[in-house]
Nanobody, 115 residues
């Protein structure tokens, strides 16, 4: 059984920063991709950023240059450093791990960008 637990969401003013963390527990295979997705009300869940166990990253165009994804393989933890936040970044952010042809999801953490 795999569990993902996110933390770090909250309310922040436009232009501010937040860091999300996600810890994976259970049977974690060495080869995997960890990532962050987000879903705003009425919208589909979209990829924000992903990182392989080897450190290769991918970002949505809307967050390039503002968000940075990183991971600590020893701790099975993935981070999302978010800077220059905009109101349109408001969403529930979900942690994801893809391994052995299967997706696992966290419960989500709310990020609200508002003055």
């Amino acid at each position: 059984q795999v569990q993902l637990v996110e933390s770090g969401g909250g309310l922040v003013q436009p232009g501010g920063s937040l860091r999300l963390s996600c810890v994976a527990s259970g049977t974690i295979f060495r080869f995997n991709v960890m990532g962050w997705y987000r879903q705003a009300p009425g919208n589909q869940r979209d990829l924000v950023a992903s990182i392989t166990n080897g450190g290769s990253t991918d970002y949505a165009d809307s967050v390039k240059g503002r968000f940075t994804i990183s991971r600590d393989n020893a701790k099975n933890t993935v981070y999302l450093q978010m800077s220059s936040l905009k109101p349109e970044d408001t969403a529930v952010y979900y942690c994801n791990i893809f391994m052995a042809d299967r997706d696992y999801w966290g419960q989500g953490t709310q990020v609200t960008v508002s003055s």
